[in-house]
């Protein structure tokens, strides 16, 4: 059974940091692109940032220079750090593992980060 727990959400003022995990089992971790998405009521999800099973990481336009993304594949778990936080960064932000061979797609729980003004 496929789980992905998040962890570290919680409600920072703006400019502040917060890091968030996430733990998984159940897959060959390090055959998994990993990543943070993120949801507001009422839009899409989006992404924030991924990290291959080879290490490259990508991060959309609007965090590049703020987030960091990093994994520990001996420990199955990726992060996200976020610096300098800005209240639109408001969101559920929800784990993701795509398996580079078969193509599957997990999905964690989700949690909330909340940037006040």
């Known amino acids: 059974q496929v789980q992905l727990v998040e962890s570290g959400g919680g409600l920072v003022q703006a400019g502040g940091s917060l890091r968030i995990s996430c733990v998984a089992s159940?897959?060959?971790?390090?055959?998994?692109?990993m990543g943070w998405y993120r949801q507001v009521p009422g839009k899409q999800r989006e992404l924030v940032a991924s990290?291959?099973?080879?290490?490259?990481?990508n991060y959309s336009d609007s965090v590049k220079g703020r987030f960091t993304i990093s994994r520990d594949n001996a420990k199955k778990t990726v992060t996200l750090q976020m610096n300098s936080l800005k209240p639109e960064d408001t969101a559920v932000y929800y784990c993701?593992?795509?398996?580079?061979?078969?193509?599957?797609?997990?999905w964690g729980q989700g949690t909330q980060v909340t940037v006040s003004s």
């Open positions: 990290m291959s099973s080879s290490g490259t990481s």
């Open positions: 159940g897959i060959i971790f390090r055959l998994n692109t």
């Open positions: 993701k593992a795509g398996a580079t061979l078969s193509g599957a797609q997990y």
